[in-house]
Every structure is written in structure tokens, then in C-alpha cells.
């Protein structure tokens, strides 16, 4: 009768631990990344305000900001120009909420 109940026992736990779903593991993104305002032409806000674009839909930034990656307004600033960033994050509501932010070098 224990060998019995053993078996169901083991049987049970290794069932459960198989049916349990992987968490989602965040997801390294490429994406484009500028100022909101001066390259994408966002009007949400007034000045300047780091914002990618992912499947060509606009999003201002958290958890990094434009003068975080340099000036802004320099020749290959993101006032300037659009860039290349690799990210994960999500995007809540209207904004994209970073975790990981690392700016691409520009091709030349």
C-alpha cells in the first residue's frame, strides 16, 4: 500500500511541475530611437523627450532619458537624428517602460 501511494505521490508532483507554464523572459528588441518631439513628431509633450518606435508606432520613453546617451543636439544627437538602440521593455499604456537600454553605434 506505501509503494502504492508513493508512486501516486511521485506520479502527482512530477505531473504538476510539467504542466506549469515558463514564464515569459523579457525579449531583446532593435528599435528606433530619437527625440519624441523633434524626429517623430510626437505633440503629447512640449520640449524634448526620448521615444522609440517599434512597428512604426511612436512611444515616449521611462526609465532612461535623452540626456542620459549625450547631447541631444549634437550632429548625431537624437534631436538630430534617428538611431538604433537594443532594448527590452514594454510598453504600457502609451509609453515604453525600459529595462535595458544599450545605443548602437552609428553605421558608417
Known sequence: ???????????VVSFTAQAQEPKDQPKTQ???VSCGQCQFGMKDKK??????????K???????????????????????????AEVIGEIKGNR????????????K
Open 47 to 56: 520640449g524634448c523627450d526620448l521615444a522609440v518606435r517599434i512597428d512604426g
Open 30 to 32: 532593435w528599435v528606433e
Open 1 to 11: 500500500m506505501k509503494t502504492i501511494l508513493f508512486t501516486f505521490c511521485l506520479f
Open 58 to 84: 511612436s512611444y515616449f520613453v521611462e526609465g532612461t532619458k535623452l540626456d542620459d546617451h549625450g547631447d541631444a543636439h549634437a550632429e548625431d544627437g537624437f534631436c538630430s537624428a534617428i538611431r538604433q
Open 96 to 107: 515604453f517602460v525600459v529595462t535595458y537600454f544599450k545605443l548602437l553605434p552609428l553605421k
